[in-house]
């Protein structure tokens, strides 16, 4: 079966520092991929995705990036946090045929910036 | 631009009530819905999915119909249950592969 791992759970960050946040999926193959934000009272925004490796969508422009450097890896980085990135971070996978469509969430990673 | 909405925000109901929750969308050109369910502090767990050429789909208590033509979508929770609290989130699919989500339903069952 599949499962999707993210990591760190949990991080509280002071502004101006760098952030990784790391995503991995176990099960599936060429999974496409996704960074969603959840933040207090405007509900979950797609910050990224991408269908293969080294290919990345931006839905957002802001100070944040992703990298997809191996097929089932896909990564939220930041050179320099801002306090509006605080937020719940949630990655997802999907596949292409059988269940088309359908996303699968991991637990999330709960950032704090102060 | 494709907007979801979920009304009522939040709502509460006693123990073995039929529930009805409600999600409209704005743009009915979609590939499919999604309902999901969030408990606090967690990722969101995949309730059902409904491809746009479906009407209605079945899970256990759990049943989904989907109406593309008026833009919304309905999920039916039989008999609730304590266990069943958590905030109720559906999401469509457009032609690309970004979901648009509704602002959530928070529901909480009273024992």
């Known amino acids: 079966s ?33 960074w969603y934000r959840q933040a207090a009272g405007r509900g979950l925004q797609l910050l990224f995705y991408s269908v293969g490796i080294g290919q990345i969508s931006s839905e957002v422009p802001q100070n944040l990036s992703a990298s997809r450097p191996q097929d089932r890896q896909f990564i939220l980085s930041s050179k320099k946090l801002l306090l509006s990135d605080s937020g719940f971070y949630l990655c997802a996978w999907s596949v292409l045929s059988g269940r088309a469509g359908e996303q699968f969430f991991g637990p999330g990673t709960r950032l704090t910036v102060l | 631009k494709q907007e979801v909405t979920q009304i009522p925000a939040a709502l509460s109901v006693p123990e073995g009530e039929n529930l009805v929750l409600n999600c409209s969308f704005t743009d009915s050109a979609i590939y499919n819905l999604q309902w999901f369910r969030q408990d606090p502090g967690k990722g969101l767990t995949s309730l059902l999915l409904i491809q746009s050429s479906q009407r209605e789909q079945t899970s256990g208590r759990l049943n989904a119909s989907l109406d593309k033509s008026s ?41």
């Open chain 1, 2 to 34: 599949q499962t999707i791992h993210q990591w760190p759970a949990t991080l509280v960050q002071p502004v101006g520092s760098p952030l990784s946040l790391e995503c991995t999926v176990e099960g599936t193959s060429n999974p496409n991929l996704y």
């Open chain 2, 71 to 111: 833009g919304r979508s309905t999920l039916y929770i039989a008999a609730s249950q304590p266990g069943d609290s958590a905030t109720y989130l559906c999401a469509v699919q457009g032609g690309s592969e970004k979901l648009v989500f509704g602002k959530g339903m928070k529901l909480t069952v009273n024992p």
